[in-house]
């Protein structure tokens, strides 16, 4: 079992920012895919951004330049979700994912409310 570890989420105006952090163990090797996926009320988990298996990161199509996803220098494990010019559809609980060895897992969930 691997654990994710979350943080950053909060409550923050619209047009404010906040940093979601996820960290796995620094002992998992390599990390296929590791990145966020939110949930708002009455919607289905989608995604937000998360670097793929080559390296490469990959962003919803409509978060594109508000949102960034990098990696920590010194933790290889352990990447960051900036999140800039939130709006209150921004709203929901942020889900940090990992894929490794063909296995699944999630973090327990960030809640990011934007109030207009």
């Known amino acids: 079992q691997v654990q994710l570890v979350e943080s950053g989420g909060g409550l923050v105006q619209a047009g404010g920012s906040l940093r979601l952090s996820c960290a796995a163990p620094?002992?998992?090797?390599?990390?296929?895919?590791i990145g966020w996926y939110r949930q708002a009320p009455g919607k289905q988990r989608e995604l937000v951004a998360s670097f793929t298996d080559a390296g490469r990161p990959d962003y919803a199509d409509s978060l594109k330049g508000r949102f960034t996803i990098f990696r920590d220098n010194a933790k290889k494990n352990t990447v960051y979700l900036q999140m800039n010019s939130l709006k209150p559809e921004d709203t929901a609980v942020y889900y940090c994912?990992?894929?490794?060895?063909?296995?699944?897992?999630w973090g327990q969930g960030t809640q990011v409310t934007v109030s207009s």
């Open positions: 994912y990992a894929s490794l060895i063909g296995v699944d897992y």
């Open positions: 620094e002992s998992i090797f390599r990390i296929n895919t």
